[in-house]
């Protein structure tokens, strides 16, 4: 359980699987890029970080966290990776749209998990405004991000 003043991205790299083996996929939502672009660049760091090499990391871009999903599975299906991070923030508006995306994104990416033998890691932010968004792609709740490329390690070491 999160709390309030907890910094959740912090972790001890003697404790995580070295990944320099590993070949990781990103999916990332081109909405909200300002949020995406925080989220990815803490998965990035803590990849790197924990022995990842640049060059067994691949990078795709979908339109929105709708769209995660697919790219999600694309990826896992025609790409050698040993975990795929789907990346996407989606911040309440004034109707249910939010609800609906929301929904939506975290079904089919535990779909995916129950379908496909690669691992796909849930990284989509879903605040209710912008600042709750920024505080948790790099602010004073850390990087959402790095947790996910800190999971997405350790179940693609699982995995082999």
């Not at 209710?128 to 350790?154: C, D, F, M, V, Y």
């Amino acid at each position: 359980m999160a709390t309030a003043n907890k910094n959740l991205s912090v972790y001890d790299k003697t404790k995580i699987p070295n990944a320099k083996h590993l070949r990781f996929g990103i999916v990332v939502s081109e909405w909200n890029t300002e949020i995406t672009e925080g989220l990815y660049s803490g998965a990035i760091e803590a990849l790197l970080d924990c022995g990842a090499l640049e060059s067994n990391i691949l990078r795709w871009d979908v339109p929105g966290s709708f769209e995660l999903t697919y790219g999600c599975k694309k990826m896992a299906t025609t790409q050698e990776v040993d975990a795929v991070i789907a990346i996407g923030s989606v911040i309440q508006g004034e109707t249910k749209h939010f609800d609906f995306v929301c929904s939506a994104t975290a079904q089919g990416i535990k779909d995916l998990n129950v379908q496909l033998d690669t691992p796909v890691i849930f990284c989509v932010l879903t605040d209710n405004n912008l600042q709750q968004a920024r505080e948790r792609s790099g602010g004073k709740h850390g990087n959402k991000g790095t947790e996910a490329a800190i999971a997405a390690i350790q179940m693609a070491s699982l995995g082999k």
